[in-house]
Nanobody
Framework: QVHVVESGGGLVQAGGSLRLSCVVS????????MGWYRQAPGKQREFVAG???????SLADSVKGRFTISRDNAKNTVYLQMNSLKPEDTAVYFC????????????????WGQGTQVTVSS
């Protein structure tokens, strides 16, 4: 069974940076695309970023130019580097396996992990 563990969240001032990590077990990580999602209080979970198994990336418009997704297949880990953080980035961040087709990430909807809380103060 696939298991993901997200980490790296915290409290940061607006304009600051954080790097999130997601370690995946129970799957052939190097084959899968991976994605990051976030869910703010009272809102639906939304796509943030995706990365193919070969390193192609896709970012939500709201984070383009500020966030970067990357992966280390040797460590079964996907990262989300978040710069120039804004209060509206405050949310619980989750990772998810996926597939990749024509430059688009599609989630596999494995059971979600606990996520990691990111809070950006103004």
């Amino acid at each position: 069974q696939v298991h993901v563990v997200e980490s790296g969240g915290g409290l940061v001032q607006a304009g600051g940076s954080l790097r999130l990590s997601c370690v995946v077990s129970g799957s052939t990580f190097s084959i899968d695309a991976m994605g990051w999602y976030r869910q703010a209080p009272g809102k639906q979970r939304e796509f943030v970023a995706g990365i193919s198994n070969s390193g192609s990336t896709s970012l939500a418009d709201s984070v383009k130019g500020r966030f970067t997704i990357s992966r280390d297949n040797a460590k079964n880990t996907v990262y989300l580097q978040m710069n120039s953080l804004k209060p509206e980035d405050t949310a619980v961040y989750f990772c998810q396996r996926g597939t990749w087709y024509r430059d688009t990430y599609y989630p596999k909807y494995d059971p979600w992990g606990q996520g990691t809380q990111v809070t950006v103060s103004s």
